[in-house]
């Protein structure tokens, strides 16, 4: 990226250009604006990939510094202990419940978002044979899902004996029945930003008597999910796009609190032990969210993501999803304004309540012109076949950012 040329030409003023100005100001003066100094973005780059790898907080480095340095360092072994390591997991997990609406005690962090979906698909199976009639041999996957869950949820099917049935969000209804175990759905899909409707959906399945397994890999930070209100099962998601915790940041567990007790994890490695210093041979799991846990936790990536995190106090979700609707309505009027007509077609629902945080256009030669975008300072990405993909992240994304996006990709046409 080093060679990329930022800012190299300043573009003209044009009513959305000015328009964009002021809704910055105006940002900057009572609303999520003032947020973008506690990032460090390279000066002049359009940053549009946070849905991808979220943005440097700038406390970071100081923090990982002293982590390495002191805690490691000097503190060494104690560290667990004294600098609080041992704990960081549920910790960090109470750090993330408000922003998807959990209560404390349900989300542990650790491991990737594949792990932690192996936990809760197989978990999901589990509590469904031990609280069920039985005959539920069906494991329903969102047919749109980003492929690490698909790969997963064959695998955990196949080894709790379900079948897995491939199935649209918007049909989940419609397939429900006396056979279906579980459910895994993505609250937004990663191509096309759709936002699926996570409260009806939800509700559906608990209706049919079957488990909802979520992935807020797409909207955890971006918008609300309110997990606690709406009665969802399980949930899953990762932590270095909207939460901006660094690349390969642990994702995280959620586990209902009336699923707690039955949760039956198919990795109880003994982090996960009630009494995991007695290193005894006999396995009892621990209570509450720590039966999420496998073995040691990953302490400078996991502490790395805490201090990420000190960007959300005071911050409400319900703010970050009205900047973040004004942000892709403007964008997306920017992109009628500059770019030809015929060009691009929009993929992302025109709805807000289907709309997640991301625009998807496509396009022809779509790799080709997100790497002319990223020649010219604009960061999105390409999504095979022909997606253009920008993130829009409203604590550090402005309406200026989304006026020179869609105007840089309006000169690629031109
Ligand atoms: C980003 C993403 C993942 C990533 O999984 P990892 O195990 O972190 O690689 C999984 N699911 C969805 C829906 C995602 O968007």
Request: aromatic share 8%; hydrophobic share 45%.
């Amino acid at each position: 990226m080093s060679e990329t040329p930022l800012s190299e030409t300043p573009l003209s003023e044009t009513p959305l250009s000015i328009r964009a100005e002021a809704l910055d100001a105006r940002d900057t003066e009572d609303g999520l604006g003032k947020l973008r100094d506690r990032f460090s973005l390279p000066p002049g780059l359009v940053y549009l990939d946070g849905n991808s790898l979220g943005a440097l907080p700038a406390a970071v480095p100081g923090r990982v510094a002293d982590v390495v340095a002191r805690e490691w360092g000097e503190l060494l072994i104690r560290s667990w202990d004294e600098s609080g390591w041992w704990t960081a997991p549920e910790r960090i997990g109470d750090r993330i419940a408000p922003l998807v609406g959990a209560a404390p005690g349900r989300i542990v962090v650790g491991d990737s978002t594949s792990v932690n979906l192996f936990k809760a698909l197989v978990g999901a199976a589990r509590l469904a044979a031990a609280t069920t009639d039985g005959g539920r041999d069906e494991l329903l996957v969102d047919a749109t899902t980003f492929p690490t869950d698909g790969y997963i949820a064959a695998s955990a099917a196949r080894m709790t004996g379900l079948k897995v049935v491939p199935v649209e969000p918007a049909a989940v209804p419609a397939a429900l029945g006396p056979r279906t175990a579980a459910v895994l759905l993505n609250h937004v899909d990663y191509r096309t930003g759709r936002l699926h409707d996570l409260p009806g959906l939800t509700a559906a399945i608990r209706a049919a008597g079957a488990l909802s397994v979520w992935d807020l890999c797409h909207s955890a930070g971006a918008l609300p999910v309110d997990l606690e209100e709406h009665g969802v099962d399980l949930a899953v998601g990762c932590t270095y796009k909207y939460l901006n915790g660094g690349p390969g940041s642990p994702a995280y567990l959620y586990v209902a609190g009336r699923h707690q007790a039955g949760f039956d994890s198919p990795l109880p490695g003994w982090n996960s032990h009630a009494d995991p210093f007695a290193m005894t041979p006999g396995y009892v799991p621990a209570d509450g969210a720590r039966r999420g846990r496998v073995g040691t936790p990953d302490i400078l990536s996991m502490l790395a993501l805490e201090a990420a995190l000190d960007v959300w106090e005071g911050v409400s979700v319900a703010d970050v999803r009205r900047k973040s609707l004004a942000l892709t309505d403007f964008f997306l009027e920017c992109v009628e304004a500059y770019v030809p007509g015929g060009k691009v077609e929009t993929v992302t629902p025109a709805a807000h309540a289907e709309r997640g945080s991301q625009v998807s256009l496509r396009t022809e030669n779509a790799s080709a012109v997100m790497r002319e975008l990223i020649a010219r300072g604009v960061v999105g990405d390409f999504r095979a076949p022909d997606v253009l993909r920008f993130g829009f992240t409203p604590l550090y994304v402005g309406f200026a950012d989304a006026e020179r996006a869609a105007r840089t990709l309006g000169h690629i046409y031109g």
